[in-house]
T-cell receptor, first 116, second 116 residues
Framework: GAVVSQHPSWVICKSGTSVKIECRSL??????MFWYRQFPKQSLMLMAT?????????EQGVEKDKFLINHASLTLSTLTVTSAHPEDSSFYIC????????????FGAGTRLSVL | AQKITQTQPGMFVQEKEAVTLDCTYD???????LFWYKQPSSGEMIFLIY??????QNATEGRYSLNFQKARKSANLVISASQLGDSAMYFC?????????????FGTGTRLQVFP
């Protein structure tokens, strides 16, 4: 099956610092990747769609300048949480559209961000 | 209106028994896809099964089957011969539009507990 790697799995940072999260498709090329946010005991909310070589498409209400997304290659997308604050603490999880036509999204293991 | 509804916040099943997790959806688009994902406590989202709106037969993947009732707009997941490792959150999701539309909408999830 298609494998997506996400790093780091857990990060603690001080308020005001920036944190970068990487999402890699290991055994397939992903022209499209997705970034989700999940609050405790809640569902996944799509933050943005990341397309290789172009600007990301953000969902309504998601701050583009706060959550910077870069998809510079067919196997790597990054999410940078800039000037993080405690309210940004959450579980962030990426996915990549798999190689088959069914448009199945394969997910990374997620990153738990805690901002102190 | 909710696009994806999972009415069971929690379910219990005894090991080796079958269990059905409910999912109803709402769309006016004739072309859509339905997905089920499993999220263990570790956080990763594991793809289980996919059903396309035009698929004539119910999808099956090993112990997982999808009871697709198009007229009732339901896509229930059936897990046969439950195992302790099946204990997790289960999310139903829908992709609207044709296959090249990527956005997934997730339900609120059902927590399944399998007991010996």
């Amino acid at each position: 099956g298609a494998v997506v790697s996400q790093h780091p799995s857990w990060v603690i940072c001080k308020s005001g610092t920036s944190v970068k999260i990487e999402c890699r498709s290991l055994d397939f090329q992903a022209t499209t990747m997705f970034w989700y946010r999940q609050f405790p005991k809640q569902s996944l909310m799509l933050m943005a769609t990341s397309n290789e070589g172009s600007k990301a498409t953000y969902e309504q209400g998601v701050e583009k300048d706060k959550f910077l997304i870069n998809h510079a290659s067919l196997t790597l997308s990054t999410l940078t949480v800039t000037s993080a604050h405690p309210e940004d603490s959450s579980f962030y999880i990426c996915s990549a559209r798999g190689p088959l036509a069914k448009n199945i999204q394969y997910f990374g293991a997620g990153t738990r961000l805690s901002v102190l | 209106a909710q696009k994806i509804t999972q009415t069971q916040p929690g379910m219990f099943v005894q090991e080796k028994e079958a269990v059905t997790l409910d999912c109803t959806y709402d769309t006016s688009d004739p072309s859509y896809g339905l997905f089920w994902y499993k999220q263990p406590s570790s956080g990763e989202m594991i793809f289980l099964i996919y059903q396309g709106s035009y698929d004539q037969q119910n999808a099956t993947e090993g112990r997982y089957s999808l009871n697709f009732q198009k007229a009732r707009k339901s896509a229930n997941l059936v897990i046969s011969a439950s195992q302790l490792g099946d204990s997790a959150m289960y999310f139903c999701a829908m992709r609207e539009g044709r296959w090249n539309t990527d956005k997934l909408i997730f339900g609120t999830g059902t927590r399944l507990q399998v007991f010996p």
